[in-house]
């Protein structure tokens, strides 16, 4: 017999009855009915029932060992009486009478529970994380995750894609966000920087002439932490050579919904080939977002016309003002009270905005101030162009553009929850396509990009030459999921006259684009196929289909959110002789200065 198991704690089974086993495990629950002891053991695999009376000669160790040791069981397989099977059990027709235990490693008392899924402060959760792995839910996820990748990986080889690791130690360039360094030992005050994401490399490799490749590649941000983002991630990684956007979206959308699909446990996804293609400009009126929830079935309307000349004053001041104003539904709501929409107000104040504006209706009758100033004609005009009924509501955000939109986008997605109209059970995907390839930036008083520098201009340089610049759009994409961006991507600039001219309009000469992306130029000038890519997050992919709400559900071992790993103590300071080999000597933090930024490169990948 093994040393430590025949079976597993999920093989046995009605057919094993009368056979003699050996399980190995920890001890998940105790549960002593007065001269019987029934333990679950429970392993990876899952939970087998183990029994003692006083006819085991197992009986007394078991009473003495505590939860969560780790036990070595013989024993014989005897069925369960029908009354007690359990079903929820792969092995709950059957449970193993003790016969001897042999205690491989003796558990203190716990300072958290394993058994059971109830809530436990993050703060012990992270520092006994493997007990925390230990519990059903996150051993699953981590599972999934495991699972989820093997998936991604398979469906990109089916397809033609080549999987290459790029380097971890590289240089720093001004990218996205900032670089965590490494300092050398063997060039004394150098760095190397890990990679934010393999942007430029995975470029290199198609100048190299590797047409498809992808990796599964882990990132580093040293950035602000939230429950979607940590100090390092993993992606899939992937580029395209002699594509257009369509291709890209074509090569992807089938991995993703596939992938969807294999986990998705029950929930619908949508095909491959119906991914919706949504224009910047109509995600931020419609959804007042980037990264729209199509499960809400809200639609923000813009009603600015309506308030230019109007009896409520402060609407038509804004509008006079050059701002807009905005509109969110609210369906049904004649059964609501006067306080459900004081509450959203209140609820846009508490979000640090100025109030949201309400009109009720019921069977008809307009209420609230606005309509009272605007009219009872004005606003029966615009509920009917607004296709609204006699028992609808309506929530109202005005001021600067940008600002309206974003208030409400986030009423949008507020109302649908107050009135449960976000649809369950399905994963809805869409692109977002068409952004502007330049933004204002009112504090420098000038035109910069208004996110990847190296997208492709659509009309190339024509459009370069010709066009306004904060009319150009760019081949630039996102891929969202719920209401959860998955990654950014973009067909290339891979013409380097073209990427001049672009960072000229951006107030960079060509010492500048030659100074900082050296590596990309040069390449470019000696022979660069059009290309293009993206990188789905892989955290996030995971958090949508294991149903969590962050990230560090699906890690296995994650930060807290201010990036310490509070189970192996780091950050931590360093030793002086390992200063000294580095060349290295600490200082207290400076304050805080202006400086000049340099321009920066958007990488591929959820932010």
């Known amino acids: 017999m093994h040393a430590y198991r025949t079976h597993t704690c999920a093989q046995l089974s009605a057919e094993n009855v009368g056979e003699t086993v050996r399980l190995s495990g920890w001890m998940h629950r105790k549960r002593d009915h007065g001269g019987v002891l029934f333990v679950d053991l429970r392993d990876h695999y899952g939970i087998t029932q183990v029994v003692a009376d006083e006819d085991s000669p197992a009986l007394a160790e078991l009473e003495k060992v505590r939860v969560e040791s780790v036990v070595t069981i013989d024993g014989e397989v005897k069925k369960r009486t029908p009354e007690t099977v359990n079903a929820d059990l792969p092995t709950g027709e059957i449970e193993v009478f003790a016969r001897s235990i042999t205690v491989q490693s003796a558990a203190e008392e716990l300072p958290m529970p394993v058994a059971g899924e109830q809530d436990y402060p993050e703060d012990i959760r992270l520092k006994y994380r493997f007990l925390d792995l230990r519990r059903e839910t996150m051993h699953r996820n981590v599972m999934l995750r495991s699972k989820v990748i093997a998936s991604l990986r398979r469906r990109m080889n089916e397809i033609g894609f080549t999987e290459i690791q790029t380097p971890i130690l590289t240089a720093s360039s001004p990218e996205g966000a900032r670089d965590f360094l490494v300092p050398s030992r063997m060039h004394p005050n150098k760095f190397y920087a890990l990679p934010q994401a393999p942007q430029m490399f995975k470029q290199m490799l198609m100048v190299s002439g590797f047409d498809r490749y992808f990796q599964i590649a882990p990132c580093f941000r040293d950035e602000d932490l939230r429950a979607d983002r940590s100090l390092e991630f993993y992606q899939l990684d992937f580029e395209m050579s002699f594509v257009t956007q369509e291709d890209v979206f074509q090569a992807l959308e089938p991995v993703l919904a596939g992938t969807f699909?294999?986990?998705?446990?029950?929930?619908?996804?949508?095909?491959?080939?119906?991914?919706?293609?949504?224009?910047?400009?109509?995600?931020?009126?419609?959804?007042?977002?980037?990264?729209?929830?199509?499960?809400?079935?809200?639609?923000?309307?813009?009603?600015?016309?309506?308030?230019?000349?109007?009896?409520?004053?402060?609407?038509?001041?804004?509008?006079?003002?050059?701002?807009?104003?905005?509109?969110?539904?609210?369906?049904?709501?004649?059964?609501?009270?006067?306080?459900?929409?004081?509450?959203?107000?209140?609820?846009?104040?508490?979000?640090?905005?100025?109030?949201?504006?309400?009109?009720?209706?019921?069977?008809?009758?307009?209420?609230?101030?606005?309509?009272?100033?605007?009219?009872?004609?004005?606003?029966?005009?615009?509920?009917?162009?607004?296709?609204?009924?006699?028992?609808?509501?309506?929530?109202?955000?005005?001021?600067?553009?940008?600002?309206?939109a974003k208030l409400a986008g986030a009423a949008r997605t507020q109302v649908g929850e107050q009135l449960e109209l976000i649809e369950e059970g399905c994963f809805k995907f869409c692109w977002i396509v068409d952004f502007p390839m330049y933004e204002w930036d009112e504090d420098a008083k000038k035109v910069d990009f208004s996110h990847n520098p190296f997208s492709m201009p659509q009309g190339e340089m024509e459009a370069l030459e010709t066009i306004d610049p904060l009319e150009i759009k760019a081949w630039q994409y996102d891929i969202v999921c719920n209401g959860y961006e998955l990654s950014s991507g973009a067909i290339r600039n891979h013409r380097p006259d073209i990427m001049y001219k672009a960072f000229e309009i951006a107030g960079y000469d060509k010492e500048d684009v030659d100074r900082e992306f050296s590596g990309m130029i040069e390449a470019f000038k000696l022979g660069a196929p059009p290309h293009g890519g993206s990188a789905p997050g892989i955290d996030r992919i995971v958090m949508l289909l294991a149903g969590e709400e962050a990230i560090r559900e699906v890690i296995a071992f994650p930060l807290n959110q201010k990036g310490e790993d509070l189970m192996m103590g780091a950050p931590s300071q360093a030793q002086p002789q390992q200063l000294r080999e580095l060349h290295l000597r600490l200082m207290e933090p400076a304050k805080k200065a202006a400086t000049k930024e340099a321009p920066v490169a958007s990488n591929d990948q959820s932010s």
């Open 261 to 404: 699909e294999e986990f998705a446990d029950g929930n619908s996804v949508t095909p491959a080939g119906e991914f919706s293609r949504i224009p910047y400009a109509e995600a931020m009126l419609k959804y007042g977002s980037d990264k729209p929830d199509l499960r809400n079935p809200l639609i923000i309307s813009d009603v600015t016309s309506h308030f230019e000349k109007s009896g409520f004053g402060l609407f038509e001041k804004i509008v006079g003002g050059g701002g807009v104003v905005r509109v969110i539904p609210a369906p049904n709501t004649a059964d609501k009270s006067r306080k459900f929409f004081d509450d959203m107000n209140n609820w846009a104040r508490s979000e640090g905005y100025a109030g949201l504006g309400y009109v009720t209706r019921k069977g008809g009758d307009f209420g609230g101030p606005i309509a009272k100033n605007h009219g009872p004609d004005r606003m029966e005009q615009l509920y009917d162009e607004l296709g609204l009924g006699p028992d609808d509501g309506l929530f109202f955000a005005a001021g600067k553009e940008q600002e309206a």
